[in-house]
């Protein structure tokens, strides 16, 4: 009495509303929690009181069980203090073959939207474990499917295709472990380069995406390629047989004209030295040459216009008066082109006569000295004077 007397009357006001607060949410439905119904296609060894968790943690209950139809409504609670994803899924997990399960909430929250109270989940957002049966059955059905009756059923040889595969891979790998195990470091090496150069790998991938995305911007321009492709290719395939003979004649002709450069070589040596020199004459007097074909048509053209048919002669002016003045300036060069080869008695006659100065001949002589220059028998360079 004495401890009651010495307790002030605000604090005990304060528990005695605390205390009822609690006793609220104990007893009230819905306090602190939220409530959940899922659809589940089997709850096996899920009952009432079983665990809802999160992460492994319980956080909630299963409040009831009841079938409907093909499928199981399952209603649960957890503690209101944990936030779940609005989209969240609800999974059945078996911890052992033989036990109780529970409800996994999954995926954990991280942000968003989080489940409301009374939120309903679907089939498609529930899932249950394989069960044992099921495992079995799918065994049994395997068994079955490779056995006797099966793919391995005896055929005319007495053997089924299952055991033959068998036999042949013993056969086979029989006596290969060695090579067997190379290989399989083998492809583990090549895993490993192919990890190590990933970054190039996936860049080769990169180019080829970016080839293949000309190739499809360019879809029309491709296609007319491969149609002039394809019948360029069948023009071929229509005259393969000319093509072949083709073929055989050139061949045929590779070896005469290899035979030919055998037993030609000095010749074709010196054919080849003549023609460089033809060449690099041409090249030597290329202006002239120029020249040459610039003037060539006009003077063939004067050429064929000066021939008279009729009298058969050509109608052209001789420069007789320049010849003649150019004899009797320097007669020796006039003699010399005109006999080449007296060039020399020639010039010796005409020494004796007095007759080789330039103005020998000229009313008024001159004391200039004209030199003869020599005459080109090589034609400028084109053969070879000895």
Known sequence: MKFLRSVNPAVAVVAVVALIAAALLLLLPGGGETHVTADFPRALSLYKGSDVRILGVSVGKVDDVTPNGTDVVVKFHYDSKYKVPANAKAVVISPSIVGDRFIQLTPVYRSGPAMKDNATLGLDRTATPLELDEIFGSIDDLTKALGPQ?????????????????????????????????????????????????DQLFGTVSEVETFTQALAANDTTVRKFNDSLAAGAGLLAAERTDLAAVLQNLSVAMTQ??????????????????????????????????????????????????????????????????????????????????????????????????????????????????????????????????
């Open 150 to 198: 099966g793919v391995n059923k005896p055929d005319a040889t007495g053997t089924g295709a299952l055991t033959r595969l068998l036999d042949s891979t013993a056969k086979n790998f029989g006596g290969q472990g060695v090579q067997f195990n190379q290989t399989l470091q083998n492809l583990s090496k090549l895993t490993k380069t192919l990890a190590d150069n990933k």
């Open 257 to 386: 004209i290899r035979s030919f450069v055998a037993d030609n070589k000095q010749a074709l040596s010196v054919n080849i030295k003549g023609l460089n020199r033809v060449s690099q004459a041409f090249a030597k007097n290329r202006d002239a040459l120029d020249e040459s074909l610039k003037d060539a048509p006009e003077a063939l053209n004067n050429l064929a216009l000066a021939y008279d048919g009729n009298a058969g002669t050509l109608d052209t002016r001789a420069a007789i008066g320049e010849t003649a003045n150019e004899l009797v300036s320097n007669p020796k060069v006039v003699l010399c082109a005109l006999v080449p080869d007296a060039c020399g008695p020639l010039t010796s006659i005409l020494g004796v006569l007095g007759l080789g100065r330039p103005a020998a001949l000229s009313p008024n002589p001159s004391t200039t000295v004209t030199t003869v220059e020599p005459i080109d028998r090589s034609l400028g360079g084109l053969v070879e004077v000895n």
